[in-house]
């Protein structure tokens, strides 16, 4: 399994671009990369998935470079309703095998 | 997507009793997972749940501590048995549709045991 590694915290300020890093040495070939959003008392909440080079959604931006030993997660100008604990999970398409990071705790100040 | 919903939102139990929480799928989905999620950590796998086979357990959990029903493609129970404080934890489902790019999760069922 692809373990994974997190920032365990960032500190950003509203109206700044927060690149959040996974690394993931061991990924296998047919691996995914998907980040998740956690709020307190909710349960995780899917941002985006990606396989290699970049993914753009209305929310996020995924960069995943040719070695996919790694992958940056950019929030475009986060607000104060960003703070929340951000997840990298790597596993292949259909989940029979998956790891969950530790999470990386965000907290945007004003 | 797909929305998913779980009963209890939250318990208070008393240790040796036992406790299933229901999860519910707005629509039909080829698995269901299972985890716990202890305060301020990351989320641990207990089961995968496919319709039809018996739930697949993760390392250090068990099917008599954990037994986990799926009786048809939009509904799984888990019952948390013979409960201690050690199991008081926030207990999470999600779900994975063959069509879907990724899990889906419920609100979590947050568990405190006495």
């Known amino acids: ?110 | 997507s797909a929305v998913i919903s779980q009963k209890p939102s939250r318990d208070i139990c008393q240790r040796g009793t036992s406790l299933t929480i229901q999860c519910q799928v707005d629509s039909q989905v080829t698995m269901m997972f299972w985890y716990r999620q202890q305060p301020g950590q990351s989320l641990t796998l207990i089961a995968t749940a496919n319709q039809g086979s018996e739930a697949t357990y993760e390392s250090g959990f068990v099917i008599d501590k954990f037994p986990i029903s799926r009786p048809n493609l939009t509904f799984s129970t888990l019952t948390v048995s013979n409960m201690s404080p050690e199991d008081s934890s926030i207990y999470l489902c999600s779900a994975h549709g063959s069509n879907q790019e990724t899990q889906y999760f419920g609100p979590g069922t947050r568990l405190l045991v006495l």
């Open chain 1, 1 to 110: 399994l692809a373990k994974t590694t997190q920032p365990i915290s960032m500190d950003s300020y509203e109206g700044q671009e927060v690149n959040i890093t996974c690394s993931h040495n061991n990924i296998a070939t047919n691996d995914y990369i998907t980040w998740y959003q956690q709020f307190p008392s909710q349960g995780p909440r899917f941002i985006i998935q990606g396989y290699k080079t970049k993914v753009t959604n209305e929310v996020a931006s995924l960069f995943i470079p040719a070695d996919r030993k790694s992958s940056t997660l950019s929030l475009p100008r986060v607000s104060l309703s960003d703070t929340a604990v951000y997840y990298c999970l790597v596993g292949d398409y259909n989940f029979n095998k998956f790891y969950f990071g530790s999470g990386t705790k965000l907290n945007v100040k004003p």
